[in-house]
């Protein structure tokens, strides 16, 4: 990706700029800062000194980073725009963002359409539909994100044509995008070859409910890559639907999916990690075969669109340090909060961590991730 070298120098800078921010924020700072490209416990080969190097042992033991956030609203146009046409709106988190591979849930169309045909003009009451500019997907380019799903029931507020201007407007603006029907997205990052695929609970979007045809794409995807990621939107919506629970999750009259059963399918099928989000609050993680399972990163971006509130303002960036087998490597998460009117800011009260270790002991006793006070996340036992 042409903008990588740039954003590796600016992550650079950003990361150490972290090192020195306000007290209140060294934890966060901490965090983040673990996550520079190669560094962390088990990242690359381990050797005796003076021990000889081979280019295939080093290969075997490449390790890439990544980084994702939850569901992301940059505007709700014409009436709410962000200023500076939204060039600020990450600033403050940008440093804790960068890895080798940083991806969201972008969950509005980017078009400049005026007319919703989910919602009819003038807007019926109590309807919903979101838009930023097709100017914004540069806006998602120049905070350093590579890759964004598009899988989720906001990708047809303006019908196929705010999804046809989507993903003109990502490809010219250089950043990847995953979850129409059958899309293997495929980046190469430092040398390894990854897959990512979306999901969602719609016909528009590789199905989440169709567990066998999803096993079916993520083994062709591993097939063609060394790594698969799954982004998955799934599940209810709202501080009632925080607790994973087993079986298909109805909402508002929806099938939104069976979390558990769909994630731990995608990773018996090859998926290396499952990153999910739609309930737009944090949920807990496990690890299932070795394998890591985030079943909510929360909201990330809502401007004047998500709530703030409660537990829908508490969220995450997730970082994760992966081998080029998919086998795990490292993790952490890095607390944020979505502040009114939706936007993204450093927590200084690290809530994200407590809460998500709470909802993981709660909801996966046996299997749950350890999540430590520094936001450090492992496997259990």
Not at 106 to 126: R, V, Y
Not at 281 to 291: I, T
Request: hydrophobic share 45%; aromatic share 6%; with cysteine.
């Amino acid at each position: 990706m042409a903008h990588r070298a740039t954003r590796r120098r600016r992550l650079a800078v950003g990361l150490a700029a972290l090192a020195v921010v306000t007290s209140g924020l060294t934890a966060c700072a901490t965090a983040a800062a673990r996550f520079v490209p190669g560094a962390g416990p088990g990242a690359g080969a381990s050797r005796s000194a003076g021990e000889p190097t081979s280019a295939a042992t080093d290969a075997a033991h490449a390790t890439f980073t990544l980084s994702a956030v939850g569901d992301t609203i940059m505007a709700s146009a014409p009436k709410f725009l962000p200023p500076n046409g939204g060039r600020d709106l990450f600033a403050s988190v940008e440093p804790a963002l960068g890895a080798d591979l940083q991806m969201a849930n972008l969950e509005e169309p980017l078009t400049d359409a005026t007319t919703s045909p989910k919602c009819g003009n003038p807007p019926a009451a109590n309807c919903f539909a979101y838009r930023a500019p097709t100017s914004y997907a540069n806006v998602l380019h120049d905070a350093g994100f590579d890759l964004v799903n598009i899988a989720n029931n906001h990708t047809l507020d303006y019908g196929t044509t705010g999804r046809s201007d989507t993903e003109r407007s990502l490809t010219d603006a250089g950043v990847a995008y995953t979850g129409p029907p059958g899309m293997i997205t495929t980046v190469t990052v430092k040398g390894i070859r990854v897959a990512v695929l979306g999901f969602a609970p719609y016909a528009w979007a590789n199905d989440v409910r169709d567990i066998a045809a999803d096993q079916a794409l993520v083994r062709r995807a591993k097939q063609q890559a060394d790594v698969v990621i799954v982004q998955a939107h799934m599940g209810g919506e709202g501080a009632a639907y925080q607790h994973v629970k087993p079986g298909p999750e109805i909402f508002l009259g929806e099938n939104r999916g069976d979390a558990i059963a769909f994630s731990h399918a995608m990773i018996d099928a090859g998926a290396d990690i499952v990153i999910g989000h739609s309930p737009h609050v944090l949920r807990a993680m496990e690890f299932y075969k070795g394998h890591l399972i985030a079943y909510s990163l929360g909201n990330f971006t809502g401007y004047h669109a998500l709530s703030s509130n409660g537990p829908n303002g508490i969220s995450m960036i997730l970082h994760v340090t992966l081998r080029r087998d998919g086998s795990f490597v490292s993790a952490a998460m890095v607390p944020i909060v979505m502040a009114a009117p939706g936007v993204p800011r450093l927590d200084p009260s690290d809530r994200a961590i407590p809460l998500v270790r709470q909802l993981t002991a709660a909801d996966f006793p046996t299997t749950g991730a350890r999540i430590a006070a520094s936001g450090a996340i492992t496997i259990s036992g």
